[in-house]
Every structure is written in structure tokens, then in C-alpha cells.
């Protein structure tokens, strides 16, 4: 069962020990943050901001995240994947307040899945490994309503080689709203 999401939602908390993600790496957390609050930022975006959420939930949160500096700006120069990795970390804070799965497993690439991460429940401690579900995250440092449902259809026929594993969501943020799109896929 989802959980409320706690407002305001901190982008540095992608880099700490919590409950809601404990199959996440605080390292790669921590680029994450790094990435999203650079994204954010080059959209003139304040340190704090409402992310509208829409799909398998219409609601927005408060998103937060602490200045950044000339060496997080160089270090995120490459922007396509500034964005992805910015993208995975919006994705790893929302999912399990709006699902009650959280990222457990990257996927393994080359085996015809066309997913991100696998995902586990965190209501259930004893199936929290057990690939209840596939994610696939995707960015989009500004575009429309239509820019973003078209990137949607397209990672959802992405991940249609896997649709027999397991249900999938398939989550694209858009950071010029910014916003996030998310679809769930059922098994088949």
C-alpha cells in the first residue's frame, strides 16, 4: 500500500540511510542529487519548487535541493546524462510513496528487458527481493505535454519484451515544469 509522500521531499535525502529505499546505493544517490538539482537549476528553477505529478497519481509535492557549485555544474556538463541519472533520482524518491516499491536491483542490460531497475515492495520486508515489478525512467530536460506522453508510449513498448516477468511502470520526468509522468504496465 503507498505511503503519503512527506512534504517537502528533499533531493539530498537520495544520498542517506531510509526506510523507503534500502536496496538503494548512497553513492550513486548522491550523483543522482547532484544531477537532478543541476537539471532543476538550468531551468532557473528556486531550491524549492512544486513537482506536478500525474498518471498512476495526479498530485504534486514539494521538491527541495541545496545550491550547487561550479564542480557539480562541470561534473554534469554531459547533459543527456545529467538528465537520465537527475531523472533516476526524482524516480527513486517518488516511487515509493506512490507504489510501495522501491528500487531493490539494476537491470542487467542486453537480455532484451528494456528496463531500468527492478523493483521490490517495502510493506513486505520478506519479498522486498523478490522483483516485484520493472521500472523504466526517462528525462527530458524541457519539453510538452505531448513530448512527454510520446516519450511514455515509447518506453512502454520499450519494456514490452519483459511484460511476462512482471507488471512495469515506466516514469518520465520532465524538469522544465517540472513534472513527472507514470504508467503502470501489467503483466501479461
Known amino acids: 500500500m503507498p505511503n503519503t509522500i512527506p512534504e517537502p521531499l528533499q533531493l ?8 523507503e529505499r534500502p536496496g538503494w546505493s548512497l553513492t550513486f544517490g548522491a550523483t543522482c542529487r547532484d544531477a537532478a538539482a543541476v537539471c532543476l537549476d ?7 519548487v512544486n513537482l506536478q ?3 498512476i497519481q495526479d498530485t504534486e509535492v514539494e521538491l527541495q535541493w541545496n545550491p550547487i557549485n561550479d564542480t557539480i555544474r562541470r561534473f554534469n556538463a554531459d547533459q543527456e546524462v545529467a538528465t537520465e541519472y537527475g531523472a533516476y533520482g526524482i524516480a527513486a524518491l517518488i516511487m515509493p510513496y506512490l507504489t510501495g516499491l522501491t528500487v531493490i536491483e539494476r537491470s542487467i ?3 532484451n528487458f528494456g528496463f531500468d531497475f527492478w523493483l521490490g515492495s517495502i510493506n513486505n520486508p520478506s519479498t522486498l527481493f523478490q ?6 525512467v526517462s528525462g527530458i530536460r524541457r519539453g510538452s505535454k505531448s513530448i512527454v506522453e510520446s ?3 515509447m518506453k ?7 511484460d511476462t516477468l512482471s507488471p512495469g511502470y ?5 524538469f522544465g515544469t517540472p513534472g513527472t509522468r507514470i504508467i503502470e504496465k501489467c503483466k501479461t
Open 42 to 48: 538550468d531551468q532557473n528553477h528556486p531550491f524549492r
Open 12 to 19: 539530498d535525502d537520495l544520498c542517506q540511510s531510509k526506510p
Open 131 to 136: 522483483r516485484k515489478a520493472r521500472l523504466e
Open 53 to 55: 505529478i500525474n498518471g
Open 156 to 162: 512502454l513498448e520499450q519494456i514490452s519484451p519483459s
Open 170 to 174: 515506466v516514469c518520465v520526468v520532465e
Open 109 to 111: 542490460k542486453g537480455k
Open 151 to 153: 516519450r511514455v508510449k
